[in-house]
């Protein structure tokens, strides 16, 4: 499997290459924890007031807390790094480098950059995660356990999916330089559970952009709430994002028409 | 010099917007970014329809988080990035050529941006303050006075925000990154402004610490004025309070800017 060894040399190449800046790397730490402390504090003060918030009580509410905190990991540490760097790559035109490398450029393009703090985010999700359950006395079964993990990856390939969309779009419009940020932005409405939200936020969270699915399905599986068929749209969707965003990369890596020089 | 600055600042203030002009689709995505208050209204909303917290039902938290949208997007300032770039490319020694102080360059950058932001985050915060919650328009303040109050308060907290972020700009001078530590500001920002949340929710102590940062009065004093209909005294005692801090940081800023020049060493350029 060459792609599995290809992902395996650039995580490593990522890896020292984050590591060479020490100063940043504790200040991205206490961001880390900082950024745990906005997530935190407004449930402390909601469920002060409240037992429950539509059907969810603060440890269930905790364990969406702790994928969010997961996926947000994976999204800051590995995925908005890479799309920052290959935005710029377009823009310069230093893409065509990457283009010559003889592996697949979306994988490059969009795993090639690693921000190590980030791991502290998904310590920190295992940690609420176990606290939440433990809060919760609830033991998952062994299938349980399966199915959310099942559906973490679910959450996994539609994140991805969406970044390399991000990035498909940067082909077209290679001048706005942020666009990495904006997916960012948008995710932190998946800190609370899908069901909380009403109207046409609902609406945004399912069809547009699928947060509730990534965030909210896991920790309901884990709490065995989650049915067949929900499990079943589940896979479906991250199939399906992970054929358009593919689609989507080759239309767009077929107009590219280099830049700059 | 104050003739030649006179003739300077207009044509800078027009660069300024030109440039917001030529990246319009750029300057969009940042503003897109700067969106959590209307995550925060949802969730809130969501919240109040079971029955008012803290004194906030739904039509307040709606006014709130909206006007703390547009106080986001009015007074904010990235000179930051700006001069953490210019430092790291060498392009700060263009600035420093030119015969006026490089930090009004950067300040007619950041000002020049306002009436762009307002166009777009004013209409936005107004159709859904009456789309989402017809009595939600009540909360708003009405009155000259305290119309006129808030605008200094935003003005105020505008010079604040630039004057931080310039410091932490400049003192890049000194440190391999200004970002790491912008990013800790932007942490406590996040807390302690009442940009996340109404700080009258948090707990008194919270409420007490806060109070001695300069933070409420980024976000939090020019909101309240804004939709909670505070008294005379409160809000005159916020702005002497915020044209002390305002003081304070355009001091550290010019004390910081003049010894990191010294610094520069113009890579690259």
């Known amino acids: ?25 504790f200040f991205d730490l206490f961001y880390a924890f900082a950024e745990l402390a906005w997530t935190i ?26 994928w969010f905190t997961f996926l947000k990991g994976v999204l800051e540490g590995l995925v908005t790094p890479s799309l920052v760097s290959t935005i710029e790559q377009l823009r310069r035109g230093t893409f065509d480098f990457v283009l010559l490398k003889p592996v697949d ?20 999700a295992v940690m609420i ?43 077209f419009v290679a001048r706005i330089d942020n666009l990495a940020y904006l997916l960012a932005a948008v995710f932190d409405a998946a800190r609370w559970p899908a069901s909380v939200f009403r109207g046409g936020m609902r609406v945004f969270l399912t069809f547009v952009v699928p947060l509730g699915v990534m965030t909210t399905y896991p920790p309901l599986a884990l709490l065995g709430r989650l049915s067949a068929k929900s499990v079943g749209v589940a896979v479906g969707v991250a199939m399906a994002a992970l054929l358009i965003s593919r689609l989507a990369w080759l239309r767009s890596i077929a107009a590219y028409r280099s830049a700059g020089g | 010099m104050p003739g030649r600055l006179d003739r300077a600042l207009p044509a800078m203030l027009r660069v300024g917007w030109k440039d917001a002009l030529a990246y319009r689709g750029e300057f969009l995505v940042w503003m897109l970014t700067m969106t959590l ?110 119309l006129a109050l808030f605008g200094v308060s935003l003005a105020q ?21 200004a970002l790491g530590l912008w990013n800790i500001y932007v942490a406590f920002f996040m807390l302690l402004s009442g940009y996340l949340l109404p700080l009258a929710l948090f707990p ?36 002497a309070i915020q044209s002390g801090w305002l003081v304070l940081s355009v001091s550290v800023l010019l004390l910081v800017w003049q010894r990191a020049q010294k610094r520069f060493a113009a890579y690259g350029g």
């Not at chain 2, 972020?165 to 001078?173: E, P, Y």
């Open chain 1, 1 to 25: 499997m060459s792609a599995l060894r290809t992902t395996r040399m650039l995580l490593r190449a990522s890896v020292m290459t984050s590591m060479q800046y020490r100063a940043d790397f």
């Open chain 1, 41 to 66: 504090v407004p449930m402390l003060v909601v469920f002060g007031a409240r037992p429950s918030i539509s059907g969810w009580s603060l440890d269930e509410a905790l364990l969406v807390t702790a």
């Open chain 1, 105 to 124: 450029a979306q994988l490059y393009g969009t795993i090639g950059k690693l921000q190590l703090p980030s791991v502290t985010d998904l310590v920190a």
């Open chain 1, 129 to 171: 995660a176990v606290i939440a359950l433990h809060r919760l006395h609830h033991h998952p079964t062994a299938s349980q356990l399966v199915v959310a993990a099942l559906l973490t990856l679910c959450s996994l390939c539609i994140l991805y999916a969406l970044n390399v969309l991000a990035l498909c779009v940067a082909f």
């Open chain 2, 37 to 146: 208050p209307l995550v925060m209204l949802a969730l809130f909303r969501a919240v109040a329809a079971e029955g008012s917290l803290g004194g906030f039902d739904a039509s307040a938290f709606t006014a709130y988080f909206l006007a703390g949208l547009c106080v986001r997007q009015l007074a904010s300032s990235w000179s930051i990035w700006e001069i953490n770039r210019e430092i790291r490319e060498g392009a700060l020694s263009m600035r420093l050529l030119r015969p006026i102080h490089p930090l009004w360059s950067y300040l007619c950058d950041s000002l020049a941006a306002i009436p762009m932001r307002a166009a777009i985050s004013l209409p936005v915060a107004l159709v859904l303050l009456y789309s989402i919650d017809g009595t939600a328009g009540e909360k708003l303040a009405r009155d000259p006075v305290t």
């Open chain 2, 157 to 177: 907290a505008f010079g604040i925000i630039f004057s931080i972020s310039s410091t932490i700009g400049a003192l890049g001078l000194y440190l391999e990154s």
């Open chain 2, 204 to 239: 008194a102590w919270l409420q007490r610490v806060a109070a001695l940062t300069p933070f409420p009065y980024l976000q939090s004093l020019p909101i309240e004025i804004l939709v909670r209909r505070l008294p005379l005294t409160t809000m005159l005692r916020g702005l």
